[in-house]
């Protein structure tokens, strides 16, 4: 399936799991869309903390159309499954946001670890949520945010088990994306960032840590989620975790080795 | 002090110390020396086990003098420490090998974790034993190396206490260096690799693990000397650990953004 196409499968409501493992080498993206009035700070929060809010674009207010990661690719319609928030609470998921759409809406799209994990296989490091076509596990952290206006709390992360003889090829792999979370923010040890229970993920599926594996930790950009809910803003809009949006671009533009991404297209607007 | 001076003094028996921190900048070696009857398999060794064993210069047989590392530096003289091995065991430690060289040596110079320190020190990742002024910490494990002729055994790894939020990029930083031991072999959890008790390093100096702090471990140039025990060959010479050949090159000649070291230069003679 081509990126193109299931996005198109999305917005016919013909397509709702979560998109690891669909359009191989493509970039996958978490979406935040807020109130204008918002926007400024909300961009400023996710620069301070480029490890969990790698910005890829942002888009609006008064369109809802991707410039850079998929040229026309309709925000209102084209991720598989939708979270609507409101006063730092999740009230709904919907297969599109034609309901709650207005041309006040401004829409970020942050970079993923699904790009990464491509570079990850391909250097001969097994992935275990990708093998068994499962979510991959995240988990709330004690580790602080920078916070910017309203926006404020701690990361959420991202972990696969990878076996011990791996780790430090995983963080050289990982590192060279920079723009998609890059190196690990943790290695081993669940409870030095506040995870109490490695069983049981926050978000996504749970996965088996076999013996000589190790739990690695790279910042996840569900972290916007996590901030929404402490932030109590009265209207918000995100992806589902997992149900990402799947781009035009290839992973292999975000590498270092490319010269990083396009960079970050802002709109005249704001 | 440059490295000149630091070999002059050397020669003199003037310099007995552990040479971290001595010479910023510059290429620090491991040596190994063997009788030319076990080189071509202690070379083939080297080159199975590459994190360990980087090979950087083979000099020999019929001279001692380096022509890649330090153009006419006399490796019979200018190491601060030498140890003598005898059956697996050694039997001497001794400031220059005058005593116990005969042309039929050859000298293997392998890369040291001390070239990437720099490169984690300019990156903003402290050192206690550079700050201590001690050894490294250095541990027999578990980890089982590729067998050449009568050479194998298993690996010996320099461990360094990292914060938990600087491991991910310690393992990118020194993963730019890979023909100096590259990115760690091993992150955290030290029984994993057959370390029983952090506490007592088998060479160098123990170092303390604070809170919040993760047991960084490194494939280290001391594994021959592990290996030469197992083997017991009759006869060879090393450095002792931690007293270094310091050589003329820089450090930044090994990272890969300057496309490596100068490459292995081997002797016509084998």
Same mark, same amino acid.
């Given at each position: ?100 759409? $207005? ?30 076509? $499962? ?38 792999? $990982?590192?060279?994306?920079? !723009? ?67 781009? !035009? ?22």
């Amino acid at each position: 399936m081509t990126p193109k196409e299931l996005r198109k499968l999305s917005a016919e409501a013909g397509f709702s799991k979560p998109t690891a493992g669909f359009c191989d080498g493509y970039v996958q993206a978490n979406m935040v869309a807020l109130p204008q009035q918002y926007a400024l700070e909300f961009e400023s929060f996710c620069r301070k903390n480029p490890k969990p809010c790698p910005l890829l674009e942002i888009i609006g207010p008064g369109s809802s159309a991707s410039k850079v990661l998929a040229p026309g690719a309709d925000l209102v319609t084209t991720i598989p499954l939708y979270r609507i928030w409101e006063d730092g609470q999740c009230c709904h998921e919907v297969f599109d946001i034609k309901a709650f759409y $207005t041309d006040d809406l401004v829409f970020f799209l942050l970079g993923c670890s699904f790009s990464f994990e491509e570079a990850l296989i391909k250097g001969g490091i097994p992935l275990r949520h990708v093998e068994q076509k $499962t979510n991959v596990s995240m988990y709330r952290t004690n580790i602080p945010l920078t916070s910017a206006g309203p926006f404020q709390g701690e990361m959420v992360v991202s972990m696969r088990p990878i076996h011990r003889s791996m780790v430090g090829q995983a963080c050289v792999i $990982t590192g060279a994306y920079p !723009d998609v979370h890059g190196e690990p923010i943790h290695i081993g040890y669940p409870e030095m960032i506040g995870i109490n229970d490695i069983s049981q993920p926050d978000y996504g599926d749970p996965v088996e840590i076999k013996p000589m594996e190790i739990p690695v930790f790279w910042a996840c950009g569900v972290t916007p989620q996590n901030v929404l809910m402490k932030t109590k803003l009265p209207f918000a809009i995100t992806h589902a975790p997992g149900y990402m949006f799947v781009s !035009d671009l290839k992973n292999e533009n975000y590498a270092v080795s490319a010269g990083h991404g396009p960079g970050l297209i802002r709109p005249k607007e704001i």
